[in-house]
């Protein structure tokens, strides 16, 4: 389990028109679970994630569990210009995200940028005045996404380690 890439199947979550936020599942070729509904809040949309995964997948996971990737686009899609790229490291940021004890830190490996929250809410935009502190034309609509990668076992969701 460690080592590896854990993603079996992957919730990819986008910001909507109107601010809430939807899943859509991809990956697992046996099905998924049904689509929540959108939800107002990160918080609201994974209570509707977690027991939807736990309830589809439980029954057969393996001793080791299965990998669960959490692909999460909280802003408009776009790209670092080229000119500030260079400077940047990269043309579009990946902040990976780390849960320990209800609270959330994410780390965006290229540029050395990390910042933390008390929720997965306020993640984002902990995530965008960490950027805008370093690069102001950036914000409000940070060109990238928070990865979020979990295994989810028999006794439910564990961090992954890489």
Request: proline fraction near 8%; aromatic fraction near 8%; charge should be neutral.
């Amino acid at each position: 389990m460690f080592g590896r890439k854990p993603d079996l199947v992957t919730a990819l979550i986008t910001r909507r028109k109107d601010g809430s936020f939807e899943v859509q599942y991809i990956g697992d070729d046996a099905g998924s679970p049904k689509e929540p509904k959108p939800a107002a809040t990160l918080a609201e949309l994974r209570a509707a994630i977690d027991p939807a995964l736990v309830a589809r997948y439980s029954e057969k996971l393996p001793d080791e569990g299965m990998g669960v990737g959490y692909a999460i686009y909280p802003w408009r899609e776009g790209k670092i210009p080229k000119a500030l790229a260079r400077e940047v490291g990269a043309d579009f940021l990946t902040f990976d995200v780390e849960e320990a004890n209800g609270a959330f830190r994410a780390t965006e490996s290229k540029t050395g940028l990390a910042t933390a929250a008390d929720s997965l809410d306020a993640l984002v935009p902990a995530v965008v005045e960490k950027v805008g502190s370093r690069w102001p034309s950036l914000v409000p609509e940070v060109p990238g996404m928070l990865n979020w990668q979990r295994i989810l076992t028999a006794s439910g969701f564990v961090p992954f380690r890489r």
